[in-house]
């Protein structure tokens, strides 16, 4: 049980075009979820925090406006990269917990490559 | 601001030795610690985790300690195996408005054949 997936799992496009990414939790409710990047040879950056139905909470030196997260649903997160350019190139991973654990379930994660 | 440190960056082993990966936060108010393992490319995958009340968890050849109060945390491999290669994250759970999780850079494992 507890298992997170991404979609896509990498994606290739050209810098100013938009990517959506896609989190799903397969078999609970997942209802808080959280969007990571990493870097290559670097640690995990949390970028957001989103409960279901509500707007996501950003930390600190994250756009908003450029990584928009969309949690409509209990099994479905996700994070939108606007006007994508190549320092936007990274690896995304998400989480998801339910209102019954303490600990986060990660996807395998998305690596985004703009040219 | 919490801080977690991992220490050392990267360790090379032979194959069969017993090996302690490192991890230090500096703030002791936390939910919990985990411990993940990532390979090249890919996702994490959950190790072991920690509650604040306990002191250690083991599963096989894993074994993890946290003592909360010095803000350090070990993660033990016996009798260590190639397929153990991978990078070794060390997260501490904290809440700052919301529950998160912040990372440590990584210990950078290679076990050599």
């Known amino acids: 049980g507890a298992v997170v997936s991404q979609h896509p799992s990498w994606v290739i496009c050209k810098s100013g075009t938009s990517v959506k990414i896609e989190c799903r939790s397969l078999?609970?409710?997942?209802?808080?979820m959280f969007w990571y990047r990493q870097f290559p040879k670097q640690s995990l950056m949390l970028m957001a925090t989103?409960?279901?139905?509500?707007?996501?909470?950003?930390e600190q030196g994250v756009e908003k406006d450029k990584f928009l997260i969309n949690h409509a649903s209990l099994t479905l997160s996700t994070l939108t990269v606007t006007s994508a350019h190549p320092e936007d190139s990274s690896f995304y991973i998400c989480?998801?917990?339910?209102?019954?654990?303490?600990?986060?379930?990660f996807g395998p994660g998305t690596r985004l490559t703009v040219l | 601001k919490q801080e977690v440190t991992q220490i050392p960056a990267a360790l090379s082993v032979p194959e069969g030795e017993n090996l302690v990966l490192n991890c230090s936060f500096t703030?002791?108010?936390?939910?919990?610690l985990q411990w993940f393992r990532q390979d090249p490319g890919k996702g994490l995958t959950s190790l072991l985790l920690i509650q604040s009340s306990q002191r250690e968890q083991t599963s096989g050849r894993l074994n993890a300690s946290l003592d909360k109060s010095s803000g350090r945390s070990t993660l033990y491999i016996a009798a260590s195996q190639p397929g153990d290669s991978a990078t070794y994250l060390c997260a501490v759970e904290i809440v700052q408005g919301a529950q998160k999780l912040v990372f440590g850079q990584g210990t950078r494992l290679t076990i050599n054949p």
């Open positions: 078999d609970f409710q997942a209802t808080t």
């Open positions: 989480s998801a917990r339910d209102f019954l654990r303490s600990e986060q379930f």
């Open positions: 989103s409960n279901e139905g509500s707007k996501a909470t950003y």
């Open positions: 703030d002791s108010a936390i939910y919990n």
